[in-house]
């Protein structure tokens, strides 16, 4: 045997194993082709994991938080953060596992002359995982009485991210508000997405006198400050609205703006696309212009469509924020991360307790995943591109 046919039959399971791969992305789907292609960007995958966790915080938000979020502790009003020990000092001179926070011991700051929050090492407050606490309900209808981690015994101080001016835990409330925060994202992008392929195909389908009346809508929409807007808008609002009538009027007036990207878009497509013999088949077949547009002509781009609805959550949270923030969106006792910052508008209050930014935190994580996920999905959505 000689040495080139040697390395022809070293080479041939490398390959076939080639051509097996090519003989996949030949027979392979759309989605399939998208879900290969999106496993390539891994940054959108850790993006996607951490969205997730996001989701999952929020939705079990009453088992995560270790307090109810609207619940007062006056007496540790502005309490520090507490550190998580894992180990504490034996009788013995030796040390033994015990998870715990160190309680707080109460100054008085001769300069500020107030009073002042400092750990006390010899108070030791033990804790533990699924710990018992007070009855309520899971997810608003799974009745529990086991928190995932807090004090073994009730009534001790456990502030792992601080406390606000009233004495509740900012880590409670920070679970809480990613439940409103986040899912107001997802309202609003349903009703953008309704708007915009609705409004967008009649527009690119019809043409003529209807397409020049919707896009003068949305020449004049994408023309108004949408501050101003806003806050015009939100001052309609009634104070005697019940805080859930205010959180889906609030998403009603965000999605009132986002639906115009999209429909500009889904117009183009639309006219490129009324001419394809698809749609004249289905003309030809009996079926009405709506289900043309919603079940022939909209699905055809739906990729597009799902990176397109992934990039403008980041931007309907960040509007939530904006808006709650400056006091004319969501309003207590809502808790939402927008309302969570409006602690932080007192520079006094910031000083003296930096942890009231932590909600800060949680939407520039929040608004870089979905901004890296939606990435990922726009490139996925053309798998065909190099």
């Given at each position: 045997?000689?040495m080139?046919q040697?390395?022809?039959?070293a080479?041939?399971?490398?390959d076939r194993a080639?051509e097996?791969q090519v003989?996949?992305?030949d027979v392979?789907g759309?989605?399939?082709?998208m879900w290969?292609r999106?496993?390539r960007h891994?940054?959108?995958?850790?993006s996607a994991?951490?969205?997730?966790?996001?989701y999952?915080?929020?939705l079990?938000?009453?088992f995560?938080?270790?307090?109810?979020?609207?619940e007062t502790?006056t007496?540790?009003t502005y309490?520090p953060p507490?550190?998580?020990?894992?180990?504490v000092a034996?009788e013995d001179?030796?040390?033994?596992?015990l998870?715990?926070?160190?309680g707080?011991?109460?100054?008085?700051?001769?300069v500020?002359?107030?009073?002042?929050?400092?750990?006390?090492?010899?108070?030791i407050?033990p804790?533990?995982?699924f710990?018992?606490?007070e009855?309520?309900l899971?997810?608003?209808f799974i009745?529990?009485?086991?928190k995932?981690?807090?004090?073994?015994?009730?009534?001790?101080p456990?502030?792992?991210?601080?406390?606000?001016r009233?004495?509740?835990d900012m880590l409670s409330r920070?679970?809480h508000?990613a439940?409103?925060?986040?899912?107001i994202?997802l309202?609003g992008?349903?009703v953008s997405l309704f708007?915009?392929?609705l409004?967008?195909?009649?527009?690119?389908?019809?043409g003529?006198?209807?397409d020049?009346?919707?896009?003068?809508?949305?020449?004049f929409?994408?023309?108004i400050?949408?501050?101003p807007?806003w806050?015009?808008?939100?001052a309609?609002?009634p104070?005697?609205?019940?805080?859930l009538t205010?959180y889906?009027v609030?998403?009603?007036?965000?999605?009132l703006?986002?639906w115009?990207?999209?429909a500009?878009?889904?117009?183009?497509?639309?006219l490129?696309m009324?001419?394809e013999?698809f749609?004249?088949a289905?003309r030809?077949?009996?079926a009405g212009e709506?289900r043309?547009?919603?079940?022939?002509m909209?699905p055809?781009?739906?990729?597009?469509?799902?990176a397109?609805l992934?990039l403008?959550?980041?931007a309907?949270?960040?509007a939530?924020?904006?808006?709650?923030f400056l006091g004319i969106?969501?309003?207590p006792?809502v808790?939402?991360?927008?309302?969570?910052l409006q602690e932080?508008?007192?520079?006094r209050?910031?000083?003296?307790a930096?942890?009231?930014?932590?909600?800060?935190?949680a939407?520039?994580v929040s608004?870089l995943a979905?901004?890296?996920l939606?990435?990922?999905?726009?490139?996925?959505?053309d798998?065909?591109?190099?």
């Amino acid at each position: 045997m000689t040495m080139d046919q040697t390395s022809s039959r070293a080479a041939d399971p490398e390959d076939r194993a080639q051509e097996k791969q090519v003989d996949r992305a030949d027979v392979a789907g759309q989605w399939q082709l998208m879900w290969w292609r999106f496993k390539r960007h891994r940054l959108a995958m850790v993006s996607a994991i951490i969205v997730l966790l996001i989701y999952l915080v929020a939705l079990f938000a009453e088992f995560l938080a270790p307090e109810p979020p609207g619940e007062t502790h006056t007496r540790y009003t502005y309490a520090p953060p507490q550190a998580i020990g894992l180990f504490v000092a034996d009788e013995d001179g030796g040390s033994r596992f015990l998870p715990h926070v160190n309680g707080y011991t109460v100054e008085i700051d001769p300069v500020a002359v107030r009073r002042t929050f400092v750990s006390d090492p010899d108070a030791i407050i033990p804790i533990g995982l699924f710990v018992r606490s007070e009855p309520y309900l899971l997810m608003g209808f799974i009745p529990m009485q086991h928190k995932l981690i807090g004090p073994i015994e009730p009534g001790e101080p456990f502030y792992l991210l601080g406390a606000d001016r009233l004495g509740r835990d900012m880590l409670s409330r920070i679970i809480h508000g990613a439940r409103v925060s986040m899912s107001i994202g997802l309202v609003g992008v349903a009703v953008s997405l309704f708007l915009g392929v609705l409004l967008g195909g009649i527009s690119g389908y019809y043409g003529g006198r209807t397409d020049t009346i919707i896009q003068r809508v949305i020449e004049f929409l994408k023309a108004i400050p949408t501050i101003p807007l806003w806050m015009g808008l939100a001052a309609a609002i009634p104070l005697a609205w019940s805080p859930l009538t205010v959180y889906f009027v609030i998403t009603v007036l965000i999605s009132l703006i986002g639906w115009t990207s999209l429909a500009r878009e889904v117009r183009g497509r639309f006219l490129s696309m009324k001419t394809e013999d698809f749609v004249a088949a289905a003309r030809l077949d009996g079926a009405g212009e709506l289900r043309i547009i919603m079940r022939h002509m909209a699905p055809s781009f739906v990729s597009h469509i799902i990176a397109t609805l992934t990039l403008a959550i980041p931007a309907m949270i960040l509007a939530e924020t904006a808006l709650s923030f400056l006091g004319i969106g969501l309003r207590p006792p809502v808790v939402s991360w927008g309302v969570l910052l409006q602690e932080a508008q007192n520079v006094r209050a910031v000083a003296t307790a930096p942890w009231l930014l932590t909600p800060g935190l949680a939407v520039v994580v929040s608004v870089l995943a979905l901004n890296f996920l939606g990435d990922g999905l726009r490139d996925a959505a053309d798998p065909y591109a190099h």
